[in-house]
T-cell receptor, first 115, second 114 residues
Framework: AQTVTQSQPEMSVQEAETVTLSCTYD???????LFWYKQPPSRQMILVIR????KQQNATENRFSVNFQKAAKSFSLKISDSQLGDAAMYFC????????????WGAGTKLIIKP | ETGVTQSPTHLIKTRGQQVTLRCSSQ?????VSWYQQALGQGPQFIFQ???????GRGNFPPRFSGLQFPNYSSELNVNALELDDSALYLC?????????????FGQGTRLTVV
């Protein structure tokens, strides 16, 4: 069975600085999807970035980028130029590439932005 | 806004009662997944419906059941509520199939069992 581990319960960063959130996963599959979701106090999960395992290039979305190390089963999220609105819980999630949309989630990292 | 709406937003029930939570999926989406998120934890997959059929289930007892309607909206029913059922229940809609990778979430229903 697949598992997702986020080892940082909480991280803090100064506004405008860069922060990296860690995620490791375990799977025997060679093809899969990885995601980072943001959950602000409003509770709605918002997709930040996704990565297809067959793509070697790391995904980037504006200030958000990932460092995907398939052999090490590592999927970290880098947030550049941190903004107050980035404060939220961040969850790493895994999905197998079949029609069943079951996401397997980590426990989350609370990101605090210091003004 | 994702176009996925859940109702109600908050709910308090007594142990042993039954509850129905509702989810309206995004237009054009035929797949709805339900998740339970206990306080301070990541979500846990309950089950998924694809074109009105359950096509995946997590490690939840049979008292958790669901429905998907022809318009692809969905209900989650929980019978014989227990205190541990207190959680945020999230609904996600997506377009099922191997090539479609993104799910859109509603704002959740906060269920408190007393």
């Amino acid at each position: 069975a697949q598992t997702v581990t986020q080892s940082q319960p909480e991280m803090s960063v100064q506004e405008a600085e860069t922060v990296t959130l860690s995620c490791t996963y375990d799977t025997s599959e060679s093809d899969y999807y990885l995601f980072w979701y943001k959950q602000p106090p409003s509770r709605q999960m918002i997709l930040v970035i996704r990565q297809e395992a067959y793509k070697q290039q790391n995904a980037t979305e504006n200030r958000f980028s990932v460092n995907f190390q398939k052999a090490a089963k590592s999927f970290s999220l880098k947030i550049s130029d941190s903004q107050l609105g980035d404060a939220a819980m961040y969850f790493c999630a895994y999905r197998s590439p079949d029609s069943n949309y079951q996401l397997i989630w980590g426990a989350g990292t609370k990101l605090i932005i210091k003004p | 806004e994702t176009g996925v709406t859940q109702s109600p937003t908050h709910l308090i029930k007594t142990r042993g009662q039954q509850v129905t939570l509702r989810c309206s999926s995004q237009s054009g989406h035929n797949t709805v997944s339900w998740y339970q998120q206990a306080l301070g934890q990541g979500p846990q997959f309950i089950f998924q419906y694809y074109r009105e059929e359950e096509n995946g289930r997590g490690n939840f007892p049979p008292r958790f059941s669901g429905l998907q309607f022809p318009n692809y909206s969905s209900e989650l029913n929980v019978n014989a509520l227990e205190l541990d059922d207190s959680a945020l229940y999230l609904c996600a809609s997506s377009l099922g199939g191997r090539g479609h990778t993104e799910a859109f979430f509603g704002q959740g229903t906060r269920l408190t069992v007393v």
